[in-house]
Nanobody, 126 residues
């Protein structure tokens, strides 16, 4: 599975961005998908996931501001980000896992994802 992210950029605090992740896999609809981010000098953080049945999970830090969605006809994953804050800055990666149905506490665990994109940079200035 090849994953290619796009849509990153630089915005001011309070602004919005929409990230996209295009997947090469024709069986995309069978993949559990996720968004992760990494700021300089910090570890990778799970942001949001969406399972094959459309169920979603969000990190507490983005709840109410970010929305993850998927279009199985276009093999594309999205992350709508609103009311952005400087602490949202980082490299955003999408990831795919052939297995879903994990318990809630496991869904944002990066170790379960087998495929990763190269990332798209998001910079939020105050």
């Amino acid at each position: 599975v090849q994953l290619v992210e796009s849509g990153g950029g630089s915005v001011q605090s309070g602004g919005s961005l929409r990230l996209s992740c295009a997947a090469s896999q024709t069986t995309y609809k069978t993949l559990s998908m996720g968004w992760f981010r990494q700021a300089p000098g910090k570890g990778r953080e799970g942001v949001a996931t969406i399972d094959t049945d459309g169920s979603t999970t969000y990190a507490d830090s983005v709840k109410g501001r970010f929305t993850v969605s998927r279009d199985n006809l276009k093999n594309t994953l999205y992350l709508e980000m609103n009311n952005l804050k400087p602490e949202d800055s980082g490299m955003y990666h999408c990831a795919a896992d052939p297995i879903d149905g994990y318990a809630l506490f496991e869904r944002l665990d990066e170790d379960r994802f087998d495929y990763w994109g190269q990332g798209t940079q998001v910079t939020v200035s105050s």
